[in-house]
T-cell receptor, first 112, second 117 residues
Framework: DQQVKQNSPSLSVQEGRISILNCDYT??????FLWYKKYPAEGPTFLIS?????DKNEDGRFTVFLNKSAKHLSLHIVPSQPGDSAVYFC???????????FGDGTTLTVKP | NAGVMQNPRHLVRRRGQEARLRCSPM?????VYWYRQLPEEGLKFMVY????????ESGMPKERFSAEFPKEGPSILRIQQVVRGDSAAYFC???????????????FGEGSRLTVL
């Protein structure tokens, strides 16, 4: 029972273009959603988050969109840079539960 | 370095041996989480601990695995009688607050990579 799904294992985009990473969830009790970025041989690092009371959160080149009715969120990176090449994990949590549930990740490759 | 510290970074064990992985949370953090990443897979939750208490161990295998977070010292994930399927990267994360005040943001260590021969 995978409650958080990232259906695209990989994504390749050209430098300067937009990267869109998608995530779906099944548990309607989740009320906080996060994106983490992970480089090889390193731990994940927090990138951006969104509360279920919002539908958009923006931080520089990164924007997360939340569609609660569809149980879908997406991460937009624009413009994409080669240094953005990494594995991106979507995660969801319930504020009273402590833990986060992660998707399997999407490997983003940004080509110069 | 005030980040989450994990050791060892790499650990090799033969089948049947014990593996002990250590995690020191960020300064001021009292909530520790262990996640496992099997090859080609995502991060799977194992256990959530606060000082001297296990809060949620719903992701821990029923046998051979245990975790603790003592009053003094690091959190320890212990795997007894390791098997080849235990080979994975084990990540520890910490957060400042838990429960109702926790937004879910976790600070991860660099992971401990266990290889079972």
């Amino acid at each position: 029972d995978q409650q958080v799904k990232q259906n695209s294992p990989s994504l390749s985009v050209q430098e300067g273009r937009i990267s869109i990473l998608n995530c779906d969830y099944t548990n309607s009790m989740f009320d906080y959603f996060l994106w983490y970025k992970k480089y090889p041989a390193e731990g994940p690092t927090f990138l951006i988050s969104i509360s279920s009371i919002k539908d958009k959160n923006e931080d520089g080149r990164f924007t997360v969109f939340l569609n609660k009715s569809a149980k879908h969120l997406s991460l937009h990176i624009v413009p994409s840079q080669p240094g953005d090449s990494a594995v991106y994990f979507c995660a969801a949590s319930k504020t009273n539960a402590g833990k986060s549930t992660f998707g399997d990740g999407t490997t983003l490759t940004v080509k110069p | 370095n005030a980040g989450v510290m994990q050791n060892p970074r790499h650990l090799v064990r033969r089948r049947g041996q014990e593996a002990r992985l250590r995690c020191s949370p960020m300064k001021g953090h009292s909530h520790v989480y262990w996640y496992r990443q099997l090859p080609e897979e995502g991060l799977k939750f194992m256990v959530y601990l606060q000082k001297e208490n296990i809060i949620d161990e719903s992701g821990m295998p029923k046998e051979r695995f245990s975790a603790e977070f003592p009053k003094e010292g690091p959190s320890i994930l212990r795997i007894q009688q390791v098997v080849r399927g235990d080979s994975a990267a084990y990540f520890c994360a910490s957060s400042l607050l838990g429960g109702a005040a926790d937004t879910g943001e976790l600070f991860f260590g660099e992971g401990s990579r266990l290889t079972v021969l």
